[in-house]
């Protein structure tokens, strides 16, 4: 089974500050891992994903993740974030042999501060 | 890119009435969908694993006679709350896997259900 730990449930910051949001797994086997959001009053769209290669992986709207198999962590971060990037954010692992399935941590709601 | 509607999208019933949620894949197939629920300010929990043309696979805790699911077609499943209590109330989404795009799941607006 697999379970995934999102620190922190709030992170407020100013605009054109950096942000990482963090996110650590736990799971018995390989696994997928992904960052969605959720803007409000929308459903969940997928960020980006980690699924082989590169342990770095980007959005198309300047977010990165890396993957870090020996800390079982996948933080997101961007360098500058905008106002338009306030949503809440889940980080969510899926068992590469399994059926799919997504586990979701606890999601971190992001602020951002003119 | 896929989309995945949900109907209602909002819905509020007396206790011990049933209500249906529908979720249909608009511009694709879907042989697997996934139902959720989520708690006010809490994650995602994965409910039950809908599958086209047999029984569908529910996670541990969730009661399968509560939780009724159909999933009729290759575009359509349906989540049923039978006799609903103010407990059941909370934010319901589904998901469909893309065929093609392994583990890239397409989520729904979801269905906030109030029970009375």
């Known amino acids: 089974a697999q379970s995934v730990t999102q620190l922190d449930s709030q992170v407020p910051v100013f605009e054109e500050a950096p942000v990482e949001l963090r996110c650590n797994y736990s799971s018995s086997v390989s696994v997928y891992l992904f960052w969605y959001v959720q803007y409000p009053n929308q459903g969940l769209q997928l960020l980006l994903k980690?699924?082989?290669?590169?342990?770095l992986v980007e959005s198309i709207n300047g977010f990165e993740a890396e993957f870090n198999k020996s800390q079982t962590s996948f933080h997101l971060r961007k360098p500058s974030v905008h106002i338009s990037d306030t949503a809440e954010y889940f980080c969510a692992v899926s068992d590469r042999q399994g059926a799919q399935k997504l586990v979701f941590g606890q999601g971190t709601r992001l602020t951002i501060n003119p | 890119g896929a989309v995945v509607s949900q109907h209602p999208s909002r819905v509020i019933c007396k206790s011990g009435t049933s209500v249906k949620i529908e979720c249909r894949s608009l511009?694709?197939?879907?042989?697997?969908m996934f139902w959720y629920r989520q708690f006010p300010k809490q994650s995602l929990m994965l409910m039950a694993t809908s599958n086209e043309g047999s029984k569908a696979t529910y996670e541990q805790g969730v009661e399968k006679d509560k939780f009724l699911i159909n999933h009729a077609s290759l575009t359509l499943s349906t989540l049923t709350v039978t006799s609903a209590h103010p407990e059941d109330s909370s934010f319901y989404i589904c998901?469909?896997?893309?065929?093609?795009?392994?583990?890239?799941?397409?989520f729904g607006p979801g269905t906030r259900l109030t029970v009375l």
């Open positions: 511009d694709f197939q879907a042989t697997t």
């Open positions: 980690y699924l082989s290669g590169s342990t």
């Open positions: 998901s469909a896997p893309l065929a093609g795009k392994y583990n890239e799941q397409f």
